[in-house]
């Protein structure tokens, strides 16, 4: 890849992402050295065209290439060696990106930037203009999926030097971090720890908390910790509707599916105790993954690393990360930004 020069100015061809500095009108077709470059590929053959690279001729005013520029032709040289000759109209300074995100609302996002800007540049473009709730993004990874997965690194690259078409098609992934809502919990439960902590005292009954991500589309995987529990019945791990009763014990809210940890059963929507996983002891970690696939979604369950199964399949719209919590001292850890096991 050809390096370029300060003041240079990087344009596409004829839809191709590639280097090239402002062609000049009318170049002289005896530049010195033109010869040898002939030399260099005595066949003639001509190269594939994202190949081709433009250098800057010393001209007093450079041609502006804009969409109303002049379509005559202009000499170019190329990276190979030799000149061509090619319209003005066919150099653009921008390329089209479509980039399609699977997270918060699944859609398709349309971007146009310089064909010189780096990888950071439309990150930022991404997270400022187009994706929801950026605040709460910790990782973003952009993919080219043609031929050989490849990722657009976000250090000092570029996008021309990925070779991307005009209109190429990426992959957008995205994790997000959130923490347990002090705005939607029952009044005994008390937030610490940059509300990563939820500690449940007195003898209220069972009481819930919720996270501060609504979940509707993607991957999604967090873990909590048990730092300590009476009976057990007294916790409940999973996932609910924003709408839940929070003073309700989840098999009478209709709006819970989750994990009974230290009595190894789940309960969902039915409000059915089932047997279901490993029964859970104070220290364990328990995991949860949340797949949505085509609008559907599946729950599971891990206990210190091993899977419990799927808990629940064919789960539609909007849940969110929630903890029950029974009477008694009660208290629990989260990582919202946990790594999933290959289990």
């Known amino acids: 890849m050809a390096e370029v020069k300060e003041n240079e100015t990087v ?7 590639i280097v090239i500095s402002a062609p000049s ?7 010195p050295g033109a010869e040898e470059k002939k030399q260099e590929n005595p066949s003639n053959e001509q190269p594939p065209q994202d190949k081709i690279e433009m ?16 379509p005559s032709m202009v000499k170019v040289q190329c990276r190979w060696g030799g000149t061509v000759s090619l319209l003005s109209s066919q150099c653009k300074k921008k390329i089209k990106l479509n980039i399609k995100t ?11 930037v310089n064909i010189d800007a780096t990888i950071e540049v439309l990150r930022n473009l ?3 203009e187009h994706l929801e709730s950026p605040g709460t993004i910790y990782n973003l990874r952009l993919l080219y999926p043609m031929g050989t997965m490849q990722e657009l690194n976000v250090n000092n690259s570029t996008i021309e030097q990925y070779n991307l078409p005009d209109n190429a098609n990426l992959v957008l992934l995205v994790q997000s971090s959130f923490t347990w809502d002090p705005n939607v919990k029952g009044a005994d439960i008390k937030l610490s720890n940059n509300n990563l902590t939820a500690t449940k005292a007195g003898d209220a009954d069972y009481q819930t908390v919720l996270g501060s991500l609504q979940l509707s589309a993607g991957r999604h995987y967090w873990e909590v910790k048990i730092d300590k529990y009476g009976d057990e019945e007294d916790l409940f791990v999973g996932i609910a509707r924003k709408e839940i009763n929070l003073n309700a014990i989840p098999l009478e809210t209709k709006m819970f599916w989750g ?4 009595g190894a059963k789940k ?3 039915d409000g059915v105790l089932l047997d279901y996983g490993y029964q859970a002891k104070t220290g364990d970690i328990i995991g949860v993954l949340l797949e949505y696939k085509s609008g559907m979604a599946t729950l599971s369950f891990y206990r210190n690393g091993a899977k419990c199964g799927v808990a629940f399949g064919n789960l539609t ?8 919590m029974n009477y008694g001292d009660i208290q629990v850890s989260l990582d919202p930004k946990a790594t999933p096991p290959y289990s």
Do not use: H, Q, W
Not at 55 to 70: F, G, I, L, Q, T
Not at 259 to 262: E, G, H, I, L, P
């Open 259 to 262: 994990y009974m940890v230290c």
């Open 11 to 17: 344009y596409t061809v004829a839809g191709y992402g």
């Open 55 to 70: 250098k800057e001729e010393k001209v007093e005013k450079p041609a502006a290439v804009s969409n109303d520029c002049d």
């Open 317 to 324: 719209g909007t849940f969110v990360p929630a903890v029950c």
């Open 102 to 112: 699977y997270y918060g609302s699944r859609k398709r996002i349309t971007v146009e």
């Open 267 to 269: 309960v969902g929507s």
């Open 126 to 128: 991404l997270l400022t």
């Open 25 to 31: 009108k009318n170049a002289s077709n005896s530049e």
